[in-house]
């Protein structure tokens, strides 16, 4: 049941991009609508889903690989973007009535990353490059990342046994390994830090985890009570690409501007 009267619910997820996102997504909304909207911040994956299947907030931006993973509990691992995001969309709108108005345009994947001086003394260029090392080095992770399917997948893939895992506030992953309290970490691919802090991404050239395309998703109750809204998503496919992402995560996380502000000047400039 929704709370106040007609008001659109956006939830995020608990780091920055989403924080960003959502209010990309609800400013949209009350421009194109009139509709009033409310953020509903700091969801876990699987509790964002719930809330979204269940009616209680009206929209969120997921990725197709979490959702491919943690919800639809698939281990094959597609390689191709376009035809996992098919796949997602088919399963999202024929299990749940959940519609996807837009793929945004960047993917956000999970990366393991060393401090480039590392990279360099190591000659560590892939994630297997890394595995013979892990087993004397602390790698840091966010709250979901150790029990998700991705981390199993990782270890299948690639026999990953480090010394030490530490889970951590994802927006402090990146401090952690700067101060070398961990060695590696598994980074977010659209994280401005991972350039900032002179950070080297290892490629999974073994493909263990699957594509992450950002895409916007509105509740079946939404969809059908509210197709204005779902016209006013539809106008953000593809108006991100990972650059500008990464440029706007780095506005809120390194020079200290609000999600909103962030959002709003985006907004702007994409509907005057
Ligand atoms: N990701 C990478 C994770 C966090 C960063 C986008 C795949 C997720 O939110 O599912």
């Not at 007609?6 to 996102?21: M, N, P, V």
């Not at 009570?225 to 779902?230: A, I, K, L, N, Y």
């Not at 780095?250 to 907004?267: I, K, N, S």
Request: zero cysteines.
């Amino acid at each position: 049941a929704r709370s106040e009267g007609d008001r659109i619910s956006i939830g995020a997820k608990t780091f920055t991009e989403q924080y960003i996102l959502s209010r990309i997504l609800a400013g949209a909304i009350a421009r194109e609508t009139g509709l009033p909207t409310e953020a509903v911040d700091s969801l876990g994956s699987t509790v964002a889903f719930d809330a979204l299947r269940n009616g209680q907030i009206d929209g969120y931006v997921e990725y197709t690989g979490t959702l491919w993973t943690t919800i639809m509990k698939r281990s094959e691992i597609p390689g191709d973007r376009a035809a996992l995001l098919r796949e997602v969309d088919d399963y999202l709108r024929a299990e749940h009535g959940i519609v996807v108005a837009a793929a945004l345009g960047f993917e956000n994947t999970y990366t393991i990353a060393v401090r480039r001086a590392d990279a360099t003394r190591l000659a560590l260029r892939t994630v297997g490059d890394l595995a013979p090392h892990l087993g004397a080095m602390s790698l840091g992770g966010d709250y979901e990342i150790f029990q998700r399917p991705e981390w199993r997948s990782l270890q299948r893939a690639y026999g990953l046994a480090p010394r030490e895992q530490r889970s951590m506030d994802p927006s402090l992953m990146y401090e952690a390994i700067r101060a070398r309290q961990v060695d590696a970490i598994t980074a977010f691919s659209t994280d401005g830090r991972l350039v900032s802090y002179d950070l080297q991404a290892l490629d999974d050239d073994r493909h263990a985890i699957p594509p992450y395309d950002a895409i916007v998703l509105v509740s079946a109750r939404t969809a059908r009570e509210h197709g204005d809204v779902v016209t006013a998503l539809r106008g953000l496919a593809g108006s991100i690409d990972a650059d500008r992402m990464r440029r706007m995560n780095a506005a809120v996380d390194e020079q200290g501007d609000t999600p909103a502000t962030v959002a709003e000047r985006f907004l702007r400039e994409r509907l005057p």
